[in-house]
């Protein structure tokens, strides 16, 4: 195994032991030696690649965004628009274990931005990745012909203020709101908009 590969590999492992940790007990209360134990490494490694507990967290932060839009993304190009978003959609709620996981990383971002500025600034940042993640899918079914035309900036803003709304709840375990009756709820506003059916597709 190459130098350059080996690299790569602590570097995702520290990432994903960070991602693990700050979502169970908080960024507050993480020291980087829990993360080097967590991901098998010395903490001397762990400092020579994240020399700030802040700069492991919002290199956590952006890693798991990362994560997710590969896999969502694998087809962009030959699936259909409408499935496409969707998978985006349901990405973009606390929909299983993992997703949870990255929500509760949000929710210590959207705590340490209120008493950071950089953080914040960084936040901001990571809504504009998502914003143009969600518009981007857009634009494609509107250039298919598959989505109708609309205002893609508008319904981009949308759907993910709808889906931190419904996805506070949900991690909140509100009775009232599951994941399912929240992706259903935002795709009737998404299916509106861009003239399709209420049902959300699969694949």
């Known amino acids: 195994m190459s130098t350059k590969v080996r690299t790569a590999d602590t ?4 990432l994903s032991a960070a991602c693990e940790a700050i979502a169970e007990i908080g960024f507050e209360k993480i020291r980087m030696r829990m993360v080097a134990e967590r991901a098998g490494v010395s903490t001397a490694l762990l400092h020579y690649h ?4 802040e700069k492991l967290f919002t290199e956590a932060m952006t890693h798991s965004f990362a994560n997710t839009a590969v ?3 694998r087809d962009a190009e030959t699936a259909p628009a409408a499935v496409v978003l969707a998978r ?3 990405n973009l709620l606390p929909t299983d274990p993992e997703l949870q996981q990255d929500w509760r990383l949000w929710q210590e971002l959207w705590v340490r931005s209120l008493r950071d500025e950089t953080t914040r600034a960084f ?3 990571l809504y504009g990745q998502l914003h143009a993640w969600v518009a ?7 250039a298919s012909g598959e989505f ?3 205002d893609v900036d508008e319904l981009s803003t949308l759907v993910l203020s709808l ?5 506070i709840r949900v991690m909140l375990r509100d009775p009232t709101v599951t994941a399912d009756t929240a992706l259903s709820s935002i795709w009737r506003h998404i299916a509106a908009a861009l003239g399709l059916p209420d049902t959300v597709p699969t694949g």
């Open 11 to 14: 570097r995702e492992r520290i």
């Open 50 to 53: 994240f020399d700030t507990r």
């Open 71 to 73: 896999d969502v993304e």
């Open 88 to 90: 985006i959609l349901r």
């Open 123 to 125: 936040a901001v940042d």
């Open 136 to 142: 981007g899918a857009v634009r494609r079914g509107i």
């Open 148 to 150: 109708a035309e609309t």
């Open 163 to 167: 889906s931190d709304g419904y996805g």
